[in-house]
């Protein structure tokens, strides 16, 4: 299941039961807006992992990101998630 646009397993998490993952939400719980949800929604994809320009500057830069990053483990479930067929577009 597809919890976060950008691969993170947002029931890893411990906002998870608040949250229930961007997919969920119109923004997440810990800013007015996030950068890789809006590109991922603007160009209708479910994941990252389905961009023709993945991985991008700014999925790696998030992944890397002090604060929210996890070290790339995002980027290695967009991955997944593609394999895996989780392929369709985003429906609003």
Do not use: T
Not at 7 to 26: A, I, M, P, Q, W
Not at 69 to 77: H, K, P, V
């Amino acid at each position: 299941m597809i919890e976060a646009r950008c691969g993170r397993l947002c029931s890893n998490c411990g906002y998870f039961e608040k949250c229930g993952g961007c997919v969920n939400r119109d923004k997440p719980v810990w800013a007015a807006r996030c950068p890789v949800k809006s590109c991922c929604e603007e160009k209708k994809l479910k994941h990252c992992g389905l961009c023709s320009g993945f991985p991008c500057r700014k999925l790696v830069k998030f992944a890397k990101d002090k604060d929210y990053g996890d070290g790339g483990l995002r980027i290695g479930q967009c991955r997944a998630w593609k394999e895996i067929g989780e392929d369709a577009v985003y429906e609003e």
